[in-house]
């Protein structure tokens, strides 16, 4: 069985707990065996830069030195840690002295960046690692009559260095979607906007006033459910009157979990599945 | 050379109707061209009603940024060829401005911003000479720090495509809050920090979602979002005490401690007053409730936590 690196970042943490159950049940049923990178920290979430940005290389660096150790690739659900440990990898390949230098202080943990892993997130370990048409292979039951908006979120498709698909008109949430059964409604209002989930403690108002844009705009075209590969953008956009789900959760319940194992009766804003 | 085939669908702008709407040039062009030369070639050949801003060729005046296959960008840095999906290249103006006509928007509100943040150098006597004949001296590491930066071209495509416009028509936006970092970084700046932070504040740095749109958006590469990232460390640093620089120094802590951020009592120590510690108090019962253990609430030091914290602390004083 291949096996993957599993980074736990906060968002497998207090109130998203049972994220760490979805992605390995998730893991499960893509036949690939999930390696808890038990040591590793924060990515840093784009706030430890308040403190030092250099902090924010090195923690990425040790992440996935840890990865490394175990012979493994490492792999995030979350748009974000995605992006910031994406971005320290390009950081350190391209910069032999910042590795030297990183790597001088890893050693004394026993560690060391090599380069060696890549970085995946949910959309490109489906596409890359695991194949779509062998992903298409796992799925046991259809989700029918569901009209789903996709819904990316900022991070795997910004900045154009570490996004996982074309930037400008990507395709692998729905290629990732439509397998499962469900009808794919895109190029609704809104659906680049960003979920504001990053200024939940920075101006709160403002991240109320993102988040519902996007749900808006998916109720306007139709759906009845907008999808996210993101835990950030679940948590930031759930509540309001238009449910929203991760993309995990849709593929457990497709490969056989039910809606309450793929944590869908955690949701603030009730779903209804027709299975 | 090779002539291709395509769409160039055009958002036109019609202020005589207070009308927007798309319209489909089918062009047969050279593939060498870039956006900018596409938009002349129809405005000559095809319509010469069509109207967009544009100059230098050379993305350095910063006129012709617009929204292509929906990324900002300037038309004269990006080969048309390369934007072509199934036929078509869908041309827009930028969006967070209001139209003038067709693809040429309104500057002037996000110039108004500019001019809020003192977009200028006020020597500061320390530093600069009184006089004409000798030299104000900066070393090359002072100016790396900003260096980058003095490149800004003001072309707006990173206010054109920012999020956090979206949530508030008021924010400053990404060029104007890289202008602010830039002159506090600025060696000759005569200017209090404090108050270019002030400055910075009001609709600003921390209205920011961290999206990564600006520098995705830049022609020239500038980072908007971690300078954004810089002058709230800045903020903290100078004293300022708000629902942001407590999370910014709560965060680190735990992160040192445990390895990891401490959620169950951001909300509490952020926030700072009852409705934080109301959240708190309903996380736990909702984490009893869902039969969750009390070493499963918040995050607890990971094995080697020793080596862990020493590996910060030589981080933040050695690289």
Redesign the interface.
Known sequence: MKKIGIY?G?CF?????HNYDITTQFLEHMGVEGVLL?????CG???????????V???NA?NIALAEEKGVDLYTPCNTCY?IIAKTKLALDSDPE?KK??NE??A??GLEYKGTAKIYHTLNLIRDFVGLDEYKKKIKRQISGVKVAPYYG??VL???EVAIDD???PTILKEVLEPLGVEVVEGYK?E???C????R????E??E??AI?PLDGAKEAGADIVATPCPLCHKAMDGYDEPILQVTQLINVACGSTPEEAGINLNKTEVKLSL | MKKIKYTARIKRYNPEEDRSYYQDFEVEVEDSLTVLELLMYIKDKIDPTLTFRAFCRSAICGSCAMIINNRAGLACKIQAKDKIKNGVIKIEPLKTLKPIRDLVVDQEPAFEKLKKIKPYLEPDPKVVPDNLKSESLVLPEEFARYDKQTDCILCMACYGQCNALKGDSEYLGPFQLTKVFRFIMDTRDGVDVEERIKLAEDHGIWECVQCQMCFAACPKGISSCDDILELRRIAKDVGEENIATRRAKFWFATVFETGQIDKLHLPEVAFSDEKGKKIRENMEKEFKQRGLREDEFGPKPFEGIEKFRNFIKKIEKEL
């Open positions: 736990p906060c943490q207090g109130a998203d707990i038990d040591r590793a920290a924060c979430g784009g706030v430890i830069d308040e403190t030092n940005k250099k902090i290389y090195g923690l040790r992006m910042l230098k990183i202080i890893l004394e943990e900022c991070h910004a900045p154009n930037p400008e008109n809104d680049d906007t960003c504001g989930y990053h200024a403690f920075t101006e709160p403002q991240k006033r993102l844009k």
